[in-house]
């Protein structure tokens, strides 16, 4: 059992690493038997299919990337300093991500595309949501600015913009789009005192 899982581990690995490099449907079995060195007889003791491999592998990554989010969230760092070392988190890792792989994932594997949107949205989307609240209730944001009105347009951007049949037609890639949706809406509601601390701070990130 413990050498299945490690087993198990190095495939998710190399896969999400391939996968991530080439897109879901240019990388074959053969592809990952061999950047491992391993016989196509182990894989499919382990995983029935390639769009298994795929399933663990970025379900895998989603959870290790909430897990770190919430370390920060958790931690004692003041409120603006969490919320740029969460953003440029889910910055950094979509930018691990080609626009094709968004659309490769949607087109073969709808099903783990669905899984993807729920978690994101449960386990990212509300965390970074728990972070406005908290800007809002430290007079982070203007005072004019409605909240839950704020949330909802974060959320409808995200969906609206990182998805694979926008992605696919536009230029810029998803971590641009990430980018520009937190200049436009992060930034825009807060006071200009803490968007001029926020920007000092993102650039202490970088």
């Not at 449907?25 to 391993?38: C, G, Q, W």
């Not at 490769?104 to 783990?112: A, G, Q, R, S, V």
């Amino acid at each position: 059992m413990i050498k299945n899982n490690l087993i198990s581990e190095k495939i998710i690995s190399k896969a999400l690493e391939l996968f991530f490099k080439k897109g879901f449907n240019s990388v074959t079995m053969d592809d990952l038997s061999t950047e491992l060195a391993m016989s196509k007889k182990t894989f499919y003791k382990i995983f029935p299919s390639k769009k298994e491999i795929a399933r663990m592998a970025i379900l895998t990554n989603l959870k290790l990337v909430e897990k770190k989010i919430s370390k920060v969230i958790d931690s004692d760092e003041p409120l603006l300093i969490k919320m740029s070392i969460v953003l440029k988190m889910a910055g950094e890792n979509i930018s691990r991500i080609k626009n094709e792989n968004f659309r490769d994932i949607k087109k073969y594997i709808p099903e783990l595309w669905e899984e993807i949107e729920k978690f994101r949205k449960e386990k990212l989307l509300s965390k970074i949501e728990k972070l406005l609240y908290e800007a809002k209730e430290n007079n982070y944001l203007r005072s004019n600015i409605n909240i839950d009105v704020l949330i909802m347009i974060f959320e409808s951007s995200i969906h609206g913009i990182i998805n694979p049949d926008i992605l696919s037609e536009k230029s810029f890639s998803a971590q641009q789009a990430l980018q520009t949706i937190v200049a436009t809406i992060f930034e825009g509601a807060m006071t200009e005192e803490a968007s001029k601390k926020f920007n000092e701070i993102n650039k202490l990130q970088n």
